[in-house]
């Protein structure tokens, strides 16, 4: 799928080992928290847990 290219928008728990799969199935290459990231609710994406904050996902081209 070509969709949202560039950037995602994902919550993400803060595991060094999340991130790596992340960026595996993803193809994102870096990953930054939004300078006006507010604290949320959410799951990580990959392992369910307890996230804080939406990062920021980039992929490569
Ligand atoms: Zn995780």
Do not use: D, H, V
């Not at 928008?9 to 930054?32: D, H, L, Q, V, Y």
């Amino acid at each position: 799928m070509n969709e949202n290219k560039g950037f995602i928008k994902s919550f993400w728990c803060g595991n060094p080992k999340c991130e790596a799969m992340i960026k595996a199935e993803t193809k994102a290459t870096t990953r930054c928290l939004p300078p006006a990231a507010k604290k949320e609710k959410g799951k990580c994406i990959y392992c369910q847990k307890a996230a804080e904050y939406q990062w920021y996902f980039a992929q490569a081209y």
